[in-house]
């Protein structure tokens, strides 16, 4: 599953940011898309654990669905967080290069 996790978080930050930024996004993200894999599972678990009781087991399909959207969120924000940055100190370069 780390694999995985570490894979696609090099592909999309491959896919969005500058070389040199790539495997410090690569690392944020997939430690976060990991971490969130199982937070998602625990928090699901416990709420619809305290709802259904044990009928919730019945739904396991559910729960790994729910586990991977909660990777991506993890991994996404992670990214989006790096991009914006990026285009941060991009922006103040350009603008910083245009006032001298």
């Known amino acids: 599953i780390a694999f995985i996790f570490i894979g696609s978080s090099y592909f999309f930050a491959n896919r969005m940011l500058p070389p040199k930024l790539v495997m410090k996004a690569t690392g944020w993200m997939a430690g976060i898309a990991f971490v969130s894999y199982y937070a998602t599972q625990v928090i699901v678990g416990v ?12 739904y396991m399909p559910l729960i790994i669905v729910l586990s991977l ?32």
Do not use: P, T
């Open 47 to 58: 709420i619809g654990g305290l709802m259904m009781g044990e009928a919730f087991l019945n």
């Open 69 to 100: 959207a909660g990777s991506v969120a993890g991994g996404w924000l992670v990214l989006r967080g790096f991009v914006r940055r990026h285009r941060l100190s991009k922006a103040q370069k350009e603008a910083q290069a245009e006032a001298f």
